[in-house]
């Protein structure tokens, strides 16, 4: 089988998987409309292109060392558990009529940022492109083009879902009541917070086992 195709089978298994950029990402694009959740999107794609290539240099190395892996699962836990606040405590804006008012950003940018850093402070996310690294460049060996091309099928892969949940929240949004999006918010904050607790708390079991 073609390498991309391969990669695209892996990107598109990826893509159906939970996690906090998912949810950031249907919050985003429900509260801020579809330009600011792809820009999340995009986001999220360059942190697993950065993460691809560290992979290929041998820097994820950082996880191989007990004290950085706590230092980095408790801020990666905080990070998600701030996050999390404030998709909790996120406010719906409604008009008189009780319609919910759809909020355009000038500055995209931070979306960008905020999808860069919320998945790449994902260990989990680190892990498993490391792990895929290894088993590709296993799989083929000295042939670099064909590992390029399946880790090109598999980002690009994970980058068409991510728009096309993008296209879903925009199309659901307007047929969503302010209490149904407060609900939203609610359950996106509480998993968020959920993600990063369960990652300290695993961060801090793992590191005193090994000692």
Do not use: C
């Not at 994970?158 to 302010?178: E, H, Q, S």
């Not at 793992?206 to 000692?211: I, P, R, V």
């Amino acid at each position: 089988m073609n390498p991309f195709i391969e990669g695209s089978i892996v990107g598109l298994t990826l893509a159906v998987l939970l996690g906090p950029a998912l949810f950031a990402l249907i919050q985003t694009s429900i509260h801020n409309g579809f330009r600011s959740g792809t820009m999340l999107a995009v986001g999220i794609f360059l942190s697993d292109v950065a993460l691809v290539f560290m992979s290929f240099l041998g820097a994820i190395k950082i996880l191989n060392d007990d004290s950085h892996r706590l230092v980095f699962g408790f801020v990666s836990g905080m990070i998600l558990i701030s996050y999390g606040i404030v998709a909790f405590t996120r406010k719906v804006k409604t008009t008189e009529n009780g319609d919910t008012i759809i909020t355009v950003e000038s500055n995209r940018f931070k979306y960008l940022l905020k999808g860069f850093f919320l998945n790449i402070t994902n260990p989990f996310v680190w892990l498993f492109w490391m792990g895929l690294t290894v088993g590709v460049t296993s799989n083929y060996g000295e042939e670099t083009g064909a590992a390029t091309l399946f880790f090109s099928g598999t980002l690009f892969a994970i980058l068409f879902t991510d728009i096309v949940k993008v296209l879903i929240a925009k199309g659901i949004k307007n047929y969503m009541k302010p209490v149904i999006i407060r609900r939203l918010n609610h359950f996106v904050g509480v998993l968020l917070i959920g993600f990063g607790v369960v990652l300290m708390i695993r961060t801090l079991m793992n590191y005193y086992m090994l000692l």
